[in-house]
């Protein structure tokens, strides 16, 4: 019963919620905001689009309070690079990254994850070989392999399995 | 509008430093678009806008509205989503569009094509599938 009428519970969720704060909390909204949300998410089923199952809610909270943090610290190490002008030139290249994770939805995520970090840009994705090509703006003397793995492929392979 | 003068003066003072440190992030975004040399680099700069930027800028607009109109207004959160979202979209495209050209004219700057089958990518031995 509950499968026919949400099949896709988060979606309507998130549509709930953004009816809600595109036009403000009322008990009418609310309402107008529910059936749009099951209406619209029974016509996504007819797509048929994979389904996405979050595992582990834990790596989700993780991964959340980690991106901010490090989102501050590259803008804030971009600024700089680029502030300090042809004093400060640091050695950019590209980053071959072989990936464990396949799931279509995890991938989407790291896409966002690598692009709203600035220094890094997500330029090729190889789906036959599985390898991720980066540019990073300094490379430093980090490993952007290990760095890249198991600060966010681990916890995206734990909530997408 | 409401009067703005009803703004407690903290509340004035967070809203101009988040509205100046977006602004400023972005400016610098646009400088970075500038000054980098390669078109690799300069794909970089503009994310400075898209992240902080602009969430300096929406977070400052929702502390603002909410304490003139004394309910939450948080539809700025739906900005920074579709902009966390579609920006990824962009900028793929704009990078496989140089990668291709790049590779077309045979540029010296690129790392080692992928050719499909088990074709040898580079030094690192955790590389093989």
Same mark, same amino acid.
């Given at each position: 019963? !509950?499968?026919?009428?949400?099949?896709?519970?988060?979606?309507?969720?998130?549509?709930?919620?953004?009816?809600?704060?595109?036009? *403000?909390?009322?008990?009418?909204?609310?309402?107008?905001?529910?059936?749009?949300?099951?209406?619209?998410?029974?016509?996504?089923?007819?797509?048929?689009?994979? +389904?996405? $199952?979050? $595992?582990?809610?834990?790596?989700?909270?993780?991964?959340?309070?980690?991106?901010? #943090?490090?989102?501050?610290?590259?803008?804030?190490?971009?600024?700089?690079?680029?502030?300090?002008?042809?004093?400060?030139? +640091?050695?950019?290249?590209?980053? %071959?990254?072989?990936?464990?994770?396949? =799931?279509?939805?995890?991938?989407?995520?790291?896409?966002?994850?690598?692009?709203?970090?600035? *220094?890094? %840009?997500?330029? /090729?994705?190889?789906?036959?070989?599985?390898?991720?090509? &980066?540019? #990073?703006? =300094?490379?430093?003397?980090?490993?952007?392999?290990?760095?890249? +793995?198991?600060?966010?492929?681990?916890?995206?392979?734990?909530?997408? *399995? | !509008?409401?009067? !703005?003068?009803?703004?407690?003066?903290?509340? @004035?003072?967070?809203?101009?430093?988040?509205?100046?440190?977006?602004?400023?992030?972005?400016?610098?975004?646009? #400088?970075?678009?500038?000054?980098? $040399?390669?078109?690799?680099?300069?794909?970089? %700069?503009?994310?400075?806008?898209?992240?902080?930027?602009?969430?300096?800028?929406?977070?400052?607009?929702?502390?603002?509205?909410?304490?003139?109109?004394? $309910?939450?207004? &948080?539809? /700025? #959160?739906?900005?920074?989503?579709?902009?966390?979202?579609?920006?990824?979209?962009?900028?793929?495209?704009?990078?496989?569009?140089?990668?291709?050209?790049?590779?077309? /004219?045979?540029?010296?700057?690129?790392?080692?094509?992928? /050719?499909?089958?088990? @074709?040898?990518?580079?030094?690192?031995?955790?590389?093989?599938?």
């Amino acid at each position: 019963m !509950m499968r026919s009428v949400l099949p896709y519970p988060l979606l309507a969720l998130s549509l709930l919620v953004m009816w809600i704060l595109l036009n *403000g909390l009322s008990v009418g909204q609310l309402l107008l905001g529910g059936v749009v949300a099951v209406a619209a998410s029974a016509v996504m089923a007819q797509l048929k689009p994979a +389904k996405p $199952r979050l $595992r582990n809610w834990r790596a989700v909270m993780r991964l959340a309070l980690i991106l901010p #943090v490090d989102i501050f610290r590259s803008n804030m190490a971009v600024s700089r690079q680029i502030l300090a002008g042809t004093g400060g030139r +640091k050695i950019s290249g590209f980053v %071959a990254i072989p990936l464990a994770l396949r =799931d279509r939805t995890g991938l989407a995520i790291l896409a966002c994850i690598i692009t709203s970090t600035p *220094g890094t %840009a997500w330029v /090729e994705y190889d789906s036959n070989r599985n390898t991720l090509l &980066l540019h #990073v703006l =300094d490379l430093g003397s980090e490993d952007w392999i290990k760095l890249i +793995k198991t600060r966010y492929e681990q916890p995206l392979m734990e909530i997408f *399995g | !509008m409401t009067d !703005m003068a009803d703004l407690p003066i903290w509340a @004035a003072l967070l809203v101009a430093f988040l509205v100046l440190l977006g602004a400023v992030l972005t400016l610098i975004g646009a #400088v970075g678009l500038l000054r980098l $040399r390669s078109f690799y680099e300069r794909v970089h %700069a503009p994310t400075l806008g898209t992240t902080f930027g602009a969430g300096g800028i929406l977070v400052a607009s929702m502390i603002f509205f909410s304490m003139l109109e004394t $309910r939450p207004v &948080l539809h /700025e #959160v739906l900005i920074s989503v579709f902009i966390t979202v579609t920006t990824p979209v962009t900028l793929m495209l704009l990078a496989r569009a140089a990668l291709y050209r790049d590779r077309a /004219e045979g540029a010296e700057c690129l790392p080692v094509r992928h /050719e499909v089958g088990p @074709a040898n990518a580079g030094p690192d031995p955790s590389q093989g599938d």
